[in-house]
T-cell receptor, first 115, second 115 residues
Framework: DAGVIQSPRHEVTEMGQEVTLRCKPISGHDYLFWYRQTMMRGLELLIYFNNNVPIDDSGMPEDRFSAKMPNASFSTLKIQPSEPRDSAVYFC?????????????FGSGTRLTVV | AQKVTQAQTEISVVEKEDVTLDCVYETRDTTYYLFWYKQPPSGELVFLIRRNSFDEQNEISGRYSWNFQKSTSSFNFTITASQVVDSAVYFCALIIEGGGNKLTFGTGTQLKVEL
């Protein structure tokens, strides 16, 4: 089992550019979560999917953020246009059943720096 | 709304000392799950333990032990005979049954174990 795979590990981009973060969940996991980690706000849930359908996106900060899950093995988080305050570590996580019963497996994260 | 408080921002100990990381949670729900995650300097989030609200038995896993007390809404984590490799940020987290699968994290405790 390769675990949750995120790419890229590091991304440096200029303000105003589009950024796309990618995630491959563990095969068979029906739930996928995107979290953001910053010094100021800690770990916060942005959005989660169940069977490829977005269930709760109330944590998405602004319209500049969008997430998709076109199939069970792939999800993207896009920021357009990016701003310096978007600099953070973005984690993807997956779970085979609702997290209350199992917990999540996290990817290694993508460290985004917007200059 | 649920909340997790980790009052200890940073703890420094000398190797072989025992150390306890505190976690206090708030929820009105009777069914919930508590977690501890470890974030080493490499940045990934590593699942350590899950405990449901109906199981107040303490748990021991090697040098790690957890003390769950509903009466004080606490779920503390003790490392016995700490080692340098234990240096990491430790997060306590909470999910409410039926609460939308949102894993709510505390702000984390930075543990530094020195020789």
């Amino acid at each position: 089992d390769a675990g949750v795979i995120q790419s890229p590990r590091h991304e440096v981009t200029e303000m105003g550019q589009e950024v796309t973060l990618r995630c491959k969940p563990i095969s068979g996991h029906d739930y996928l979560f995107w979290y953001r980690q910053t010094m100021m706000r800690g770990l916060e849930l942005l959005i989660y999917f169940n069977n490829n359908v977005p269930i709760d996106d109330s944590g998405m900060p602004e319209d500049r953020f969008s997430a998709k899950m076109p199939n069970a093995s792939f999800s993207t988080l896009k920021i357009q246009p990016s701003e310096p305050r978007d600099s953070a570590v973005y984690f993807c996580a997956s779970s085979p059943i609702p997290g209350a019963a199992y917990g999540y497996t996290f990817g290694s994260g993508t460290r985004l720096t917007v200059v | 709304a649920q909340k997790v408080t980790q009052a200890q921002t940073e703890i420094s100990v000398v190797e072989k000392e025992d150390v306890t990381l505190d976690c206090v949670y708030e929820t009105r729900d009777t069914t919930y799950y508590l977690f501890w995650y470890k974030q080493p300097p490499s940045g990934e989030l590593v699942f350590l333990i899950r405990r449901n609200s109906f199981d107040e038995q303490n748990e021991i896993s090697g040098r790690y032990s957890w003390n769950f007390q509903k009466s004080t809404s606490s779920f503390n984590f003790t490392i016995t005979a700490s080692q340098v490799v234990d240096s990491a940020v430790y997060f306590c987290a909470l999910i409410i049954e039926g609460g939308g699968n949102k894993l709510t994290f505390g702000t984390g405790t930075q543990l530094k174990v020195e020789l």
